[in-house]
């Protein structure tokens, strides 16, 4: 048997599982099994399966979004070169199945539901400040942030159906998409 080295290979095994095959199956004897440990060991880093599922939320949330938010907050440029920097780590980094499996969970499960529905709100309100500080007023920053949420969650969500067939026609895609969301809107 190897031993785990961290506590982190334990959540990072139990997202995996997650997304291959849901909530239900995140169980201690088989991330054991998977990992190659006694499932004694799993005790030295979590009281029980709660503690594994929890700690499972919170790394999503910072990776996945917090983690998202300082890269881009740190970038120069204006608002299009950090939307555009929103859908480019999304889509070189976010897997559609882990988001998708985030959301079934958050249906099911009232702790998932808080922290899922708290992730989406500071992405949106981390997008709708972007757009403030370009001069979009209050209501159209909301407006343009849920938009940009809304098509990075159904693009993904349903790769089959509305992504480019390649790279090169997704990245125009993604900056036409930008492009409308900033332009001013005509009263």
């Not at 990072?12 to 849901?22: F, N, S, V």
Request: net charge positive.
């Amino acid at each position: 048997m190897k031993t785990i080295k961290k506590k982190d290979d334990w959540v990072k095994e139990g997202l995996e599982l997650l997304r291959e095959k849901g909530i239900h199956a995140v169980k201690v004897e088989v991330l054991a099994r998977r990992i190659g440990v006694t499932k004694g060991s799993f005790y030295w880093y979590f009281l029980n399966r709660d503690a594994l599922l929890q700690e499972m939320l919170g790394h999503w949330e910072r990776v996945l979004t917090d983690d998202v938010i300082n890269a881009v907050q740190n970038l120069e440029g204006g608002l299009r070169e950090k939307l555009s920097k929103i859908l480019t780590i999304v889509d070189d980094h976010v897997d559609e199945n882990t988001e998708k499996s985030m959301t079934s969970w958050s249906f099911r499960d009232e702790r998932a539901n808080i922290v899922v529905n708290r992730v989406v709100r500071n992405r949106i309100d981390f997008m709708k400040d972007l757009f403030i500080k370009d001069g979009f007023s209050d209501e159209d920053a909301e407006l343009r942030a849920r938009l940009m949420h809304s098509f990075v969650a159904g693009d993904r969500f349903y790769p089959s159906t509305c992504e480019p067939k390649n790279s090169s026609e997704r990245k125009k895609m993604l900056q036409s998409f930008v492009e409308v969301l900033c332009q001013p809107v005509k009263k």
